[in-house]
């Protein structure tokens, strides 16, 4: 088992930044991926970043790109995401994912992810 809490988000202004912290305890070092998926209200789950924790790829979702950085502490299981040039459109609970199944790629979808943590809210006002 992973458990995964999530922290550090908030409410913030359009062109604002935040940055979203994932701890991660338990089996960490059968993790092979870790993401950030996001979901607004009356959408569906979607993936904003995930990185291979073995090999380091790293995908990011095309609305995010060149805005947000996903990087991870080892020593301390945690990830993040680092988001810059926040838009409201970015308004969503945001929510961090483990995978412990192996795989070569970076999974990118809800199914491909084992555990999950509790979501932060971010907000983004205009």
């Known amino acids: 088992q992973v458990q995964l809490v999530e922290s550090g988000g908030g409410l913030v202004q359009a062109g604002g930044s935040l940055r979203l912290s994932c701890a991660a305890s338990g089996r960490t070092f059968s993790t092979y991926a870790m993401g950030w998926f996001r979901q607004a209200p009356g959408k569906e789950r979607e993936l904003v970043a995930a990185?291979?924790?073995?090999?380091?790829?790293?995908i990011y979702a095309d609305p995010v790109k060149g805005r947000f950085t996903i990087s991870r502490d080892n020593a301390k299981n945690t990830m993040y995401l680092q988001m810059n040039s926040l838009e409201p459109e970015d308004t969503a609970v945001y929510y961090c994912?483990?995978?412990?199944?192996?795989?070569?790629?970076?999974?990118?979808?809800?199914?491909?992810?084992?555990?999950w943590g509790q979501g932060t809210q971010v907000t983004v006002s205009s």
């Open positions: 994912a483990a995978r412990s199944r192996a795989t070569r790629f970076v999974p990118t979808t809800t199914e491909a992810y084992d555990y």
């Open positions: 990185t291979h924790w073995m090999g380091g790829s790293i």
